[in-house]
């Protein structure tokens, strides 16, 4: 039983720069250029260290440098290089594998990728007996390792992107790596699970249109698999309504609010008579639009040094309130918002379709997770609310400990 990983270098990219993405040249650019960074890297190595603990001196099959190579090395694991992208003109380097076909970006190192690549790499680690493929990614680079491996290969992936609608992936860096130490030691139960893609243009306007690339087996154990994304209907827009409306009843006088994205949201900020970004982050107070679809450090200075909280939504289906989608709300940003940094706003029906699985959090800071879990007031209406379960996603499931920290 061997273990393949392959990491998209630039994914998630576009999430703090509030791009809603990272496909394509001129949105990466466009990202750095906006201070943006991405963490696919270090999403790897976190989640290969829980590896490394349960597994010391794994051999890992993956692709060379920062295609995997590198987060197998800083893991303490031992990376055998099986598939090394072709050279290309001095200039053009990165590396890198996005659904793009002109990603090739000059930010460093010996050689850029493309989406073909992270295929070609897929289908290499299966050759080599690679029984499970991790990747470090979002829904492109899903779609991309998919289509690399024979029907019927499982993969999984460590959350990395900025959209991460499909079934295939982890709940955070530390279930993944727990699930493969599983998977060496006894093998795990797959289950099918959805390869969904967007057009991140139609989703920049406001127009979430997922489609299905394919249909791939992930290793499943309760609590550290994600569903995949539910849609609201429109039939629930009445209770969508009554929800913001609750919202926007409990916002406070001088309070500064972090608007993140969702259809509930953008409903509040209606209802405040505000043209709020569907997408991104707004900041807002006292009714009024301070700031629209802030990045990461635009958010951070907003909050700095203000009474401030942040509203978000819960994730349809999958239950996150932090940490797919508006990673403009950072660990950092979250950290300056005192002891109660989130309101939360959802339909009660959103509640129930997670069938009593916690909600979940996952800015990547493990202790700020862990300090988040426990039970969150969710404003359903105008005079309703529920008190609901909250998981850290990053920390390791432990054995013994309940499923809700």
């Given at each position: 039983?061997k273990?393949?990983?392959?990491v998209?270098?630039?994914?998630?990219?576009?999430?703090?720069?509030?791009?809603?993405?990272?496909d394509?040249?001129?949105v990466?650019?466009?990202?750095?250029?906006?201070?943006?960074?991405?963490?696919?890297?270090?999403?790897?190595?976190?989640?290969?260290?829980?590896?490394?603990?349960?597994?010391?001196?794994?051999?890992?099959?993956?692709?060379?440098?920062?295609?995997?190579e590198d987060?197998?090395?800083?893991?303490?694991?031992?990376?055998?290089?099986?598939?090394?992208?072709p050279a290309?003109?001095?200039?053009?380097?990165?590396?890198?594998?996005?659904?793009?076909?002109?990603?090739?970006?000059?930010?460093?190192?010996g050689f850029?990728?493309?989406?073909?690549?992270?295929?070609?790499?897929?289908?290499?680690?299966?050759?080599?007996?690679a029984?499970?493929?991790?990747?470090a990614?979002?829904?492109?680079?899903?779609?991309d390792?998919?289509?690399?491996?024979?029907?019927?290969?499982?993969m999984?992936?460590?959350?990395?992107?900025?959209k991460?609608?499909s079934?295939?992936?982890?709940?955070?860096?530390?279930?993944?790596?727990?699930?493969a130490?599983?998977?060496?030691?006894?093998?795990?139960?797959?289950?099918?699970?959805e390869v969904?893609?967007?057009?991140?243009?139609?989703?920049?306007?406001?127009?979430?249109?997922?489609?299905l690339?394919?249909?791939?087996?992930?290793p499943?154990?309760?609590?550290?698999?994600q569903?995949?994304?539910?849609?609201t209907?429109?039939?629930?827009?009445?209770?969508?309504?009554?929800a913001a409306?609750?919202?926007?009843?409990?916002?406070?006088?001088?309070t500064?609010?972090l608007l993140?994205?969702?259809?509930?949201?953008?409903?509040l900020?209606?209802?405040l008579?505000?043209?709020t970004?569907p997408l991104?982050?707004?900041?807002?107070?006292?009714?009024?639009?301070?700031?629209r679809?802030?990045?990461?450090q635009?958010?951070?200075?907003?909050?700095s040094?203000?009474?401030a909280?942040?509203?978000?939504?819960?994730?349809?289906?999958?239950?996150f309130?932090l940490?797919?989608?508006?990673?403009q709300?950072?660990?950092?940003v979250i950290?300056?918002?005192?002891?109660?940094?989130?309101?939360v706003?959802?339909?009660e029906?959103?509640?129930?379709?997670?069938?009593?699985?916690?909600?979940?959090?996952?800015?990547?800071?493990?202790a700020?997770?862990?300090?988040?879990?426990?039970?969150?007031?969710?404003?359903t209406?105008?005079?309703?609310t529920?008190?609901y379960?909250?998981?850290a996603?990053?920390?390791?499931p432990?054995?013994?400990e309940p499923?809700?920290v």
């Open positions: 039983m273990i393949g990983v392959i998209n270098p630039v994914a998630g990219i576009g999430g703090p720069a509030g791009l809603a993405g990272s394509g040249v001129a990466q650019r466009e990202a750095l250029r906006r201070g943006g960074r991405a963490r696919a890297g270090d999403r790897a190595v976190e989640a290969l260290r829980v590896l490394a603990v349960a597994r010391p001196g794994t051999e890992v099959l993956t692709a060379a440098g920062a295609l995997g987060a197998v090395h800083s893991a303490g694991l031992m990376p055998r290089v099986v598939y090394t992208p290309l003109p001095k200039g053009t380097s990165l590396s890198l594998s996005t659904p793009a076909s002109d990603n090739n970006v000059p930010l460093g190192g850029g990728t493309t989406g073909d690549d992270t295929a070609r790499a897929a289908a290499a680690l299966h050759a080599a007996g029984s499970l493929v991790l990747f990614g979002g829904d492109g680079t899903a779609r390792v998919a289509r690399g491996l024979p029907s019927g290969t499982p999984l992936g460590i959350p990395a992107g900025v991460m609608y079934g295939c992936f982890a709940v955070g860096p530390a279930a993944a790596g727990a699930l130490a599983d998977w060496l030691d006894h093998g795990l139960p797959t289950a099918e699970a969904l893609d967007l057009d991140e243009e139609l989703l920049r306007a406001g127009r979430p249109e997922p489609l690339f394919a249909l791939v087996p992930v499943v154990a309760a609590g550290r698999t569903a995949r994304k539910a849609p209907p429109a039939s629930a827009q009445d209770a969508v309504r009554r409306t609750g919202a926007a009843d409990r916002l406070r006088a001088g500064r609010y993140g994205p969702g259809g509930t949201t953008v409903e900020g209606r209802l008579g505000l043209d970004s991104g982050v707004d900041v807002i107070q006292d009714g009024k639009l301070l700031a679809d802030v990045t990461e635009q958010a951070y200075e907003a909050v040094g203000h009474d909280q942040a509203i978000v939504t819960v994730i349809g289906g999958q239950g309130l940490g797919r989608g508006n990673q709300l950072s660990a950092r950290s300056e918002l005192g002891d109660h940094p989130l309101l706003v959802a339909t029906q959103k509640l129930i379709d997670l069938a009593g699985r916690p909600l979940l959090v996952d800015t990547g800071d493990t700020l997770d862990r300090h988040l879990a426990g039970h969150v007031t969710v404003v209406g105008p005079a309703g529920s008190l379960p909250v998981n996603a990053s920390a390791a432990i054995e013994g499923e809700c």
